[in-house]
């Protein structure tokens, strides 16, 4: 399997604009999971899905994020407007319920200028 | 509020030695418990997860878990350069995971 896909793998834009990151779980993983790493705060949950279906979006930060999964094989995570705060590595897992074990994707690195 | 904690380091520990990395956790609820190693500018990976109360040994690498104090830590035995590396100690409760900000690894050659 090729593994968790993630993009685009770097993306900078200005503030103000819409970003849309986009994720590709591990065939047959039924939980999908979106993360933001920064420096100060570590590995902060955003939101994850069961079986497409948004079980818990509570640590998405504002009204900005949004987040779908419209089959499952793709998921993205849009923030519109972007600001300079939400530069970020943004990482999508993805899991089994026979494994319980997670796998993260490469990650995007997004700078908001 | 769920939370985990790692001694943020940074942790320098001489090459052929042993790294203790400690972790504690807030919920007794929380059942599983990982560790991952992420290497700069990568994603986390997964090193070992562990349910039972003791130890449970993977090669170099040996996770203990005390669920009376809360606390899970990780042992790496011989620890070599290419162990160095952030460590991200993770509970899982509800199918959700909480991680913990990582302790720094280095291992001097």
């Known amino acids: 399997d090729a593994g968790v896909i993630q993009s685009p793998r770097h993306e900078v834009t200005e503030m103000g604009q819409e970003v849309t990151l986009r994720c590709k779980p591990i065939?047959?993983?039924?939980?999908l999971f979106w993360y933001r790493q920064t420096m100060m705060r570590g590995l902060e949950l955003l939101i994850y899905?069961?079986?497409?279906?948004?079980?818990?979006d509570s640590g998405m930060p504002e009204d900005r994020f949004s987040a779908k999964m419209p089959n499952a094989s793709f998921s993205t995570l849009k923030i519109q407007p972007s600001e300079p705060r939400d530069s970020a590595v943004y990482f999508c897992?993805?899991?089994?319920?026979?494994?319980?074990?997670?796998?993260f994707g490469p990650g995007t690195r997004l700078t908001v200028l | 509020q769920k939370e985990v904690e790692q001694n943020s380091g940074p942790l320098s520990v001489p090459e052929g030695a042993i790294a203790s990395l400690n972790c504690t956790y807030s919920?007794?609820?929380?059942?599983?418990f990982f560790w991952y190693r992420q290497y700069s500018g990568k994603s986390p990976e997964l090193i070992m997860f562990?349910?039972?109360?003791g130890d449970k040994e993977d090669g170099r690498f040996t996770a203990q878990l005390n669920k009376a104090s809360q606390y899970v830590s990780l042992l790496i035995r011989d620890s070599q350069p290419s162990d160095s590396a952030t460590y991200l100690c993770?509970?899982?409760?509800?199918?959700?995971?909480?991680f913990g900000t990582g302790t720094s690894l280095t291992v001097i050659p």
């Open positions: 562990i349910y039972s109360n």
């Open positions: 897992a993805s899991l089994t319920d026979s494994t319980d074990t997670q796998y």
């Open positions: 993770a509970a899982e409760f509800g199918n959700q995971f909480y």
């Open positions: 899905f069961n079986n497409n279906v948004p079980i818990d």
């Open positions: 919920d007794r609820g929380s059942q599983s």
């Open positions: 065939s047959g993983h039924d939980y």
